[in-house]
């Protein structure tokens, strides 16, 4: 028999102590320290997680509780006695079909939700233990409570007491059946071996890169470099045994006259695995990007900075891979490795893989396909600039000729070149012929802006020059608008007086306070320009979006019509909003050539002269390809990491 110590009530179960405990809890009548007060015990405690858990580890044998529950079973008739009618409720602990499928039900539902808690980087592990006695304290108060109000109810309506026993009996096995039925996930411990255990669980295996040597409190140690690698065909297998993800996989791709997709583009029309109707061939699209891992207002924040590969399955519409569950993980590694192993090294192992999927795939029994072979092909790679051109094997810096994965492009080339028929296109065979340049030169540092050949285009049907993949987050949102915003605000603020930085900053702030429009976006208070080309502070992507977005509001009434600065702004907004279409036309595109082209012509007559003058950023010149990139891959949101 187990005391409450709040009011001595005896109970006969922990579960049903718990229980009592909580109800104290909502009447605010819980006292700290809980004491145990279980025979001779005196023991106290802060939480009543700490004090459920001392009862279940020194209190469950008690002897008094052992007698109470003999006297109770012993007054009530025989199990044998009672005449079920069903076979299942033999069973030892959970009784019947019904009773598996319920507690089977009530698990995967718990196992979904903590899950999905360790997988959010914003909540810590020492909140899931007590997130998971709540969950068992509420399921075990439910049942509890259905219990003791089910026989209430059948005394007060003069049921006859043996059958209340039997009634009782059988309600307490129920209980028993769904009492803590999370306890299986109450430690670390067994939640890794339930994941590890689980039929589609996909677990990482650790590569070695190399070795080094390291010095520790004077002892030379043995440093072995690795990363983590996530095998693509074990994720898809596990993603397969979905009915409706297959069906999602079969739907219809193809737009006829319109390009919302990229099976709408060039791309994967002549792509030599996709392209033949034979095969059922899934096409992935490869991401990189940095992640940083320790609390960035600490010293050596980058020490522990994490590169990570993942990738989408492209068949699937674009609003479900914009989901995050949808987004699937390749490999992990630390960014030092990356510089000092390189790229080609952690995605060895992938390009292997992709080797032999792409050319013998992997059979299997699948809902809705029944027995089916499946080939996977790598499609495109996104990444930031700067990613994509060390992981492509093109020069890293963008100050320098030929900094352009699509063309030959010169820093003299850019400032006066605005069309992409003005520029020399790389090809397959002329990157092969750089690429044995380098080969047979040791002291060039590359040959026309290829460093070394890219692992990837061993993958049968990619080859980076046929990546036509540009991050537009990074060239429009955090490159271009900003710079280009600079100019304007600038030069509006010196030919226009009563338009200053402060009344800007004003206008900013009485809009985002009396609207909920990007409420969560709004751009911060900003600096006074000196030189126009900077804007400060930094803002991210969308807080650049929404100021060039209303920054026409703010302003219109201070600026005329007329004013060039006042036009090249609306100029700017009608860009950006073309760019991020969801759907093009083959007329849209001839449009969107023509309206690049007059965009960074007025840019360099306005700002690209003078006393002030700004040049064309590397990122300006990308704009050029833009238009080739829709045609050849589809839409530019669908870049975006």
């Not at 076979?87 to 089977?104: A, G, I, M, Q, W």
């Not at 040597?213 to 045994?241: M, P, W």
């Amino acid at each position: 028999m187990l005391i409450c110590y709040i009011c001595c009530i005896q109970l006969l179960t922990i579960a049903a102590l718990r229980s009592h405990l909580q109800m104290h809890v909502g009447l605010g009548e819980l006292v700290y320290p809980i004491k145990c007060r279980q025979g001779t015990c005196k023991s106290s405690f802060r939480k009543v997680f700490n004090f459920i858990r001392h009862l279940n580890s020194y209190h469950t044998s008690d002897e008094s509780h052992a007698e109470k529950a003999h006297e109770i079973l012993s007054s009530c008739p025989s199990p044998m006695d009672i005449n079920y009618s069903c076979d299942d409720n033999e069973l030892p602990t959970v009784h019947s079909k019904e009773d598996r499928n319920c507690l089977t039900n009530l698990q995967s539902e718990g196992a979904a939700m903590i899950a999905a808690l360790r997988a959010n980087s914003s909540v810590p592990y020492c909140i899931l233990p007590g997130i998971i006695d709540s969950v068992n304290s509420m399921i075990g108060t439910t049942v509890n409570f259905m219990h003791s109000e089910t026989v209430k109810l059948l005394r007060n309506t003069g049921v006859n007491d043996s059958v209340i026993t039997d009634v009782e009996i059988a309600l307490q096995r129920q209980t028993d059946t769904l009492n803590e039925p999370l306890q299986f996930l109450s430690t670390r411990y067994k939640q890794d071996k339930h994941f590890d255990t689980h039929p589609l669980a996909v677990k990482p295996e650790a590569v070695t890169l190399g070795q080094r040597f390291e010095s520790r409190n004077g002892v030379v140690k043995t440093v072995y470099d690795s990363y983590q690698y996530v095998s693509v065909e074990a994720t898809l297998r596990s993603l397969l045994v979905s009915s409706q993800y297959v069906e999602m996989l079969l739907h219809d791709k193809y737009t006829p006259g319109l390009i919302s997709d990229c099976w709408d583009g060039l791309l994967c029309k002549q792509h030599e695995i996709l392209s033949d109707a034979s095969k059922f061939t899934i096409a992935i699209q490869l991401f990189y990007d940095g992640m940083g891992t320790t609390n960035p207002l600490r010293g050596q924040s980058s020490m522990y900075n994490v590169g990570v590969f993942y990738f989408i399955v492209k068949n699937l519409p674009n609003i479900v891979n914009s989901c995050f569950p949808n987004v699937h993980l390749v490999s992990l590694c630390y960014a030092a490795d990356l510089k000092t192993y390189g790229y080609d090294a952690v995605l060895r192992k992938f390009v292997a893989e992709m080797k032999h999927l792409s050319d013998e795939g992997f059979t299997g029994d699948f809902p809705i396909l029944g027995t089916q072979r499946i080939h996977v092909c790598l499609l495109q790679v996104a990444c930031d600039n700067l990613a994509l051109n060390g992981l492509l094997g093109f020069i890293e810096s963008f100050s320098v000729d030929y900094f352009c994965t699509v063309c030959y492009a010169t820093q003299a080339d850019i400032q006066h070149k605005f069309y992409e028929a003005d520029f020399e296109l790389r090809s397959v065979a002329k990157y092969s012929k750089d690429v044995e340049c380098m080969a047979s030169n040791s002291v060039s540092v590359h040959s026309h802006g290829v460093k070394s050949d890219c692992v990837l285009n061993q993958i049968p049907g990619f080859h980076a020059t046929q990546n036509f993949s540009l991050d537009i987050m990074h060239i429009i949102l955090e490159g271009i608008v900003p710079v280009e915003l600079s100019c304007i605000i600038f030069h509006l603020c010196s030919v226009h007086p009563a338009l200053t930085i402060g009344k800007i900053c004003d206008r900013i702030h009485t809009f985002w306070g009396v609207v909920n429009v990007d409420k969560c976006n709004k751009p911060p208070e900003l600096n006074h320009i000196d030189k126009p080309g900077r804007l400060y502070p930094a803002m991210k992507a969308v807080q650049s979006w929404a100021l060039l977005k209303y920054l026409p509001l703010l302003i219109g009434d201070f600026v005329p019509t007329s004013d060039p600065h006042w036009l090249f702004l609306l100029h700017l907004s009608e860009l950006v909003d073309m760019l991020f279409s969801p759907v093009f036309t083959e007329g849209m595109i001839t449009y969107l050539r023509e309206f690049i082209a007059d965009h960074l012509t007025m840019f360099s007559e306005l700002y690209g002269a003078g006393e002030n003058a700004v040049r064309m950023k590397p990122k300006h010149h990308l704009l050029v390809h833009l238009p080739t990139v829709i045609v050849k891959s589809g839409p530019l949101e669908l870049f975006t990491i």
